[in-house]
């Protein structure tokens, strides 16, 4: 009986020591398994913290960039008349510049204002700008000229615009004498007016 009751106790020992080496196993692999896990979860929270950073760089960065939705306008400065012209930028010349960039493909500009909603940049030009008219009569009817200034003499000079027919048979003597010796007009809104008063 005492061999019988010697076995029984060496089986629950080994039953017994099965369970704790179960347990002792499963605990190392939950462990491992936990500790994957806060591995992988440390690469995660790591992989954010970079791109966070890289995103701070570029919201930080003094190299902002033209938008889409940012307004770029051109100003030329003309030194003889005085006036200035303004026109949008080719939108898609410009998109995702730099300043420098901007520079480089507008390099006889100064850039004014450069910011993400408007960009602006300023040309001083040589001579008058294209909304100069000369507004005369030739052959009975009423003729057009855009002034210009002739590059190899400086002086004003004008190329043909457009013939109207516009008659000037039945005008005043003193608008026909205005005509006769030249109408200096300064705008395309003024000369369609003028040119509208006498239809």
Excluded: Q
């Amino acid at each position: 009986m005492a061999k019988k009751l010697g076995f029984i106790l060496a089986i629950i020992i080994v039953f017994v020591l099965s369970i704790f080496y179960g347990i002792y196993r499963t605990k190392e692999k939950e462990d491992y398994r936990i500790g994957s896990k806060v591995i992988k979860y440390d690469n995660e929270i790591e992989k954010e913290e970079n791109n966070n950073l890289e995103m701070a760089k570029e919201v930080n960065s003094s190299e902002e960039k033209i938008g889409a939705n940012t307004d770029v306008v051109l100003r030329k400065n003309y030194n003889l008349c005085g006036h200035t012209e303004e026109e949008d930028a080719n939108k898609s010349e410009v998109v995702n510049l730099t300043k420098d960039e901007l520079l480089d493909v507008y390099p006889d500009w100064r850039i004014v204002t450069f910011s993400e909603n408007n960009v602006e940049l300023e040309k001083e030009v040589e001579g008058i700008c294209g909304e100069h008219y000369l507004v005369t009569e030739e052959n009975g009817f009423i003729v057009v000229y855009k002034r210009k200034i002739d590059t190899e003499t400086g002086r004003m000079d004008k190329e043909e615009y457009m013939t109207t027919d516009i008659s000037v048979e039945y005008l005043p003597e003193e608008d026909l004498n205005c005509l006769v010796n030249g109408e200096e007009i300064y705008s395309r809104e003024a000369l369609n007016k003028f040119l509208e008063d006498y239809e």
